[in-house]
């Protein structure tokens, strides 16, 4: 992958925040009160504002560089794998994963282990 092309799917997701979500202070905020005392409440935050970021800048831009540099990483744990999937089951697009129906499954029965 070209380091342009990882340059501009970073600026597509940090401008994203700003743009799509969670574009306010107030959002920010009322998320972390809705998570505080949950564990793992603050990763469970940062993952949901930059899933949610990330599949609206997708919506908004085909041109953007974000799946190809999903798609160039390699997922380490089930967490980011389930990620990937999802994204590939709401978008359409590649992302690297293979045979989506049975890893996502698997990625599902393993977070509950
Ligand atoms: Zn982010």
Do not use: W
């Not at 690297?96 to 599902?108: H, Q, R, V, Y």
């Amino acid at each position: 992958m070209k380091e342009d092309d990882s340059v501009e799917a970073l600026l597509d997701h940090e401008v994203g925040h700003f743009l799509f979500h969670p574009y306010c202070l107030e959002r920010v905020i009322r998320e972390g009160q809705a998570m505080k005392n949950k564990e793992n409440g603050e990763t469970a935050r940062q993952f949901y504002d930059d899933i949610n970021n990330n599949l609206r800048i997708i919506a908004s831009k085909n041109t953007t560089k974000i799946p190809e540099v999903y798609k160039a990483m390699k997922p380490e744990s089930n967490v980011e794998k389930a990620i990937l999937l999802f994204y590939q089951n709401q978008t359409g697009l590649d992302f690297g994963m293979e045979n989506p129906e049975d890893n996502l499954k698997i990625a599902a029965d393993k977070m509950q282990e």
